[in-house]
Nanobody, 122 residues
Framework: QVQLVESGGGLVQAGGSLRLSCAAF????????MAWVRQAPGKEREFVAA????????YYADSVKGRFTISRDNDKNTVYLQMNSLKPEDTAIYYC???????????????WGQGTQVTVSS
């Protein structure tokens, strides 16, 4: 049974930083791409960042490019999202997901975590 457990969310002031972690269980982690997706209140889920199985390729939404960094540690079965220069519009629930296919279609992602809340105050 695949389980993804996110942590690291919280309340931070605008301009601050947070690092999210997502620990994966029940799958051969190094075989899969991973992604972070967020959902703000009243909005649909949106792609944030993705990383391929080796960590050699990364992808970002334009809204976070240059501020967020996705990385992974296959020895620890964990994917990270370093978020710097946070803005109030980054406030959302952040989910990690397993991706075996295209990163472009979040509805096609395989498994999802329960999410972690990130709140950025102005």
């Amino acid at each position: 049974q695949v389980q993804l457990v996110e942590s690291g969310g919280g309340l931070v002031q605008a301009g601050g930083s947070l690092r999210l972690s997502c620990a994966a269980f029940g799958l051969t982690f190094s075989r899969y791409g991973m992604a972070w997706v967020r959902q703000a209140p009243g909005k649909e889920r949106e792609f944030v960042a993705a990383i391929n199985w080796s960590g050699g390729m990364t992808y970002y939404a334009d809204s976070v490019k240059g501020r967020f960094t996705i990385s992974r540690d296959n020895d620890k079965n964990t994917v990270y999202l370093q978020m710097n220069s946070l803005k109030p519009e980054d406030t959302a629930i952040y989910y990690c997901a397993v991706v075996s296919g295209s990163y472009n279609d979040i509805t096609d992602y395989d498994y999802w975590g329960q999410g972690t809340q990130v709140t950025v105050s102005s």
